[in-house]
């Protein structure tokens, strides 16, 4: 990808004219809180659907149904997301699956409550310290296995919220990958994308290129072994996968590539319920992913913008002062959250005071002007936060010690911090050294399920293998996470016994009072919390019908560099203001590409209507009951 300047602040001629020439400005958008952004007289968005008795968002519509089916039966939220996620485990094993991780933050109106669980892969009591010391001579696929922890987490939540039997919620996932379905057009190019993974292990090898051919869209796809797998979890609960053969199967493959995994570790694997993180935004309640994972960078960049009053300087696609206000504020918190992220069952972070109206006050002095070539983290220790005594919050208690806990050897800690893990990932690759071509080639997997049901109770779930396909390593058509290569890059994300890595997902929720209005997620790895907040405040602040918000086009701008990297639909005047500030403008190859993730949403009005979109970035579809 190119960076287009002549110098930091002459702006190119040959941008100006690219941009002028190229971008599809969007008509100029009305910004009053009386606008309504019903559509009567526009077509209905072919990804989109609307009900009033339940709705189900995901990466495929097969998914989509499968959870509709469970609202069909008088299943709640939980009972849908459950039975879409491991429908998607099948439909999309490129990005997730019950060899992956995952977390789900969830509204329940029923009890006035929020909660969230994070079923994150875990390193097991030997975390492999020799990874992050000499990873050229060590590193294999195996090593690059966690312990899985969706099966875990998937019916743990449904046993806690659900009202379906484990059999009933499976079996739409057992029924596709018994029978199978037709390959789509993007999963039939990841296949042959990625043939270096897929061709690493005999057994995927034979079913994703029979007769060395790569599966083809239209062509059907029989996983057997995995409908195997599915029935054993559906017999025996999480020892269908955590115990007994097949997992004995799988932790003697690990081993054979040198993993520290032990059958001990996989037996004794539990999902972590945190409480959600819950923060009042704009008159609204947002409720998001807490560490390891980023909702707090979610909570912060929203708050930036809020403080700067975006809609009051126009729409970002048109003026430049709106546009430098979202890139700013996406930069700002990606730099925080870089910073102050990690396991926090096992490190103290400063997310009380990340996501404070005192600390984002005090952020806001980074935003215009001038950029820095590299933005800073701030310091959120000595912020004072503020709670809000009111349904769906957890509560001051959350964020008492151990999260908020100043720790007095910070700097010496720091001494002792692994490089961010990206270099992993290419040793990962040296068995697949011809992967990716066109599409640019960097991390666009993980996939994202939202739901609400009649009674209003919601689920926000985002899931993942890490890299396409996890580490590549297959057992009882299973794929295996790539998620032990995810340590490093701050003192909080620190290999160890037991941790998970941090993460950039972020499931979230948006109330008005105790009323759902927005359920959100993405993929997309580090472009996640800037998809989710552009969506957020297309959304709220300015009022778009969810199927054009989710169209609008985004940025995501880098850390350690003043560049911004965005899809093409911004006009040349916005464009010329970001340069002029010091902003290198990286333009995106299409108006809209899934490298900048695939936003999976749902809109509750307040009739109750509610309106589900999937992103045209990548697969997808809304059901409605």
Known sequence: MSYYSTSKFGYSVFVYLLFASACSTPEPVTVTPETAFTRPDAPAFYREDSSTEGMVVSAHLLGSQAGRQMLELGGNAVDAAVATAFAIAVLEPNMSGLGGSGAMTIWNRDRGMADYIDFYAATGSDPDYELDSDPDSLITPERGVAVPGMVAGLLEALEKYGTLDRKTVLEPAMQLAGEGFIVHHLLADVIADYSGRLLYDDESAALFYPGDEPLRAGQRLVQPQLAGVLHSISAHGRDGFYSGDIARRTVDKLGAGGSRLSLADFETY????????????????????????????????????????????????????????????????????????????????????????????????????????????????????????????????????????????????????????????????????????????????????????????????????????????????????????????????????????????????????????????????????????????????????????????????????????????????????????????????????????????????????????????????????
């Open 270 to 625: 539990t999902p972590q319920w945190r409480g959600a993180l819950c923060q009042e935004w704009n008159g609204h309640r947002i409720l998001s992913a807490p560490p390891s994972l980023a909702g707090h960078e979610v909570i912060l960049g929203l708050k930036l913008i809020e403080r700067k009053n975006i809609a009051l300087s126009g729409h970002p696609v048109s003026s430049g002062e709106a546009l430098g206000v979202l890139v700013d504020a996406i930069r700002i918190a990606r730099a925080d959250r870089g910073e102050w992220q990690g396991d926090p069952s096992y490190v103290d972070l400063p997310v009380a005071g990340m996501i404070s109206d005192d600390y984002a006050s005090l952020r806001t002095t980074a935003m215009g002007g001038i950029i820095p070539d590299t933005m800073h983290a701030g310091d959120p220790w000595h912020a004072t936060p503020r709670f809000t005594a009111s349904p769906g919050c957890i509560g001051e208690g959350y964020f008492a010690p151990p999260l908020n806990i100043i720790p007095q050897d910070y700097d010496e800690l720091r001494k002792h911090i692994p490089e961010a893990a990206d270099h992993l990932h290419g040793k990962v690759e040296k068995y697949n050294a011809e992967d990716a071509d066109d599409i640019d080639n960097e991390e666009q997997h993980t996939t994202h399920i939202s739901v609400v049901d009649r009674n209003g109770n919601a689920v926000s779930m985002t899931n993942t293998l890490g890299l396409y396909f996890g580490s590549a390593v297959f057992s009882d058509g299973v794929f295996y996470n790539s998620a032990n290569h995810n340590f490093g890059g701050s003192y909080g994300s620190i290999r160890g016994p037991g941790r998970t890595a941090h993460s950039s997902t972020a499931p979230t929720i948006v109330l008005s009072d105790d009323r759902v209005e927005l359920v959100v997620g993405s993929p997309g790895s580090g472009r996640i919390p800037p998809a989710i907040i552009s969506t957020i405040v297309h959304t709220l602040i300015y009022n778009m019908h969810p199927a054009d918000a989710i169209r609008m086009p985004r940025v995501y701008p880098l850390v350690n560099e003043p560049v911004v990297q965005l899809e093409r639909g911004y006009s040349p005047e916005a464009l010329e203001a970001l340069h002029q500030r010091g902003y290198i403008i990286s333009p995106s190859n299409f108006p809209m590409n899934m490298l900048f993730g695939g936003v999976q949403m749902i809109r509750v009005l307040e009739d109750g209507t509610m309106i589900g979109v999937s992103d045209p970035r990548r697969d997808g579809g809304a059901a409605g009951l």
